[in-house]
């Protein structure tokens, strides 16, 4: 770790590397607003190369997971992953499942991709489809996870949950069980790209922390690792549910933007995360460390005092500390995380002159 003054600068443990932007899918939650062909700056073979040798400078290096876009339309997707892999990096691997057959299964698992996710948001194929926007994409998901099954290759299952299929999220795992998968992570849908306009009948915030609630209670019975992501107040949750911290949610903070994770997009640029379009610095130009380590953004997002409204004078921000891209897509990303009851009603007891709680 390094210091920023009295801030600790977490080394990242995480980084998400949109390989690229190109898609054969449109889904229509897509962080991405994925195209057809990647645009022309995306970062080529060299400068690619460049990113895996930038990340070995922390150590221990943190896991690299190549998303997208679609990851395996990169025509050197299992070359970055075999460099990755030689140099120490644990490489992993986000796909739609689409293009999975046995021979690229086998491929991946031998260029030394660690677990590969695959998204899942519906457990049936009329609503998967429609969500995905191609016919066929649940069916070639279910071949492709029985062919990573095939080549011994471990995967999870990704689902984004929406005010539509938050009631499914039971299914889900059930249905990432019956393929074989060793865990399933879920997403609290945040409104960046195609899914700015996703939602025109959005849920309540105790509606979320009501269904948050009952998956915290569900995890505790669950076989495989579970893990929800882009919901921090779920591990504040657990505490006031009086359960103990489980798997991935034992330690460390809700939102993990520039707390020990950074996201690259095709294009070479920086970001807290995928979902928090701010700039920060463009590898091309300048280093990825010294962008991490010092540029404004990820400054502030590690910094307390920065914070405004609920967040910041909330009990449980060191272990939530509120969705930053929410946060954004609200107005402010150092301001009260939307989908927060808790935040909610701090901010209007503060409006309306009452005590604080």
Partial sequence: MASQGLITIPAPRLVAWESTQACNLTCRHCR??????????????????????????????????????????????????????????????????????????????????ARVSLSLDYPNQAAHDAFRNRAGSFDRLIEGAARLVEAGLPFQINSTLTSDNLHLAGDLTSLAQKMGAIAHHVFLLVPVGRAETLETNPLAPETYETA????????????????????????????????????????????????????????????????????????????????????????????????????GSCKYFTICGGCRARALAAGDHLGPEPLCPRALTKTIIAKTGTATV
């Avoid at 209670?217 to 919901?231: H, N």
Wanted: hydrophobic content about 35%.
């Fill in 32 to 113: 991405a607003s994925a195209l057809s062909t990647p645009p022309a700056d995306e970062l080529g073979p060299t400068e690619a190369l460049d990113v895996l040798n930038q990340l070995t400078t922390w150590t221990p290096p943190p896991m690299v997971i190549l998303s997208g876009g679609e990851p395996l339309l990169r025509p050197d997707i299992l070359d970055l992953v075999a460099s990755g892999r030689a140099k120490g990096l644990r490489m992993l691997l986000s796909t739609n499942g689409w293009l999975l057959d046995t021979l690229l299964a086998r491929a991946l698992k031998t260029a030394g991709v």
């Fill in 212 to 311: 948050l609630k009952n998956l915290r209670q569900r995890e505790t019975s669950l076989s495989l690792e579970f893990k929800v992501t882009c919901a921090p107040q779920y591990q504040r949750l657990g505490q006031e549910m009086n359960l103990p911290p489980q798997g991935r949610h034992a330690a460390g903070r809700g939102c993990l933007a520039g707390q020990g994770f950074l996201f690259i997009s095709s294009k070479g640029e920086v970001r807290g995360c995928g979902y928090l379009p701010l700039p920060t610095g463009n590898i091309k130009q300048t280093p990825l460390r010294k962008i991490y380590e010092t540029s404004s953004l990820f400054r502030d997002l590690r910094d307390p005092t920065r914070y405004h409204g609920a967040c």
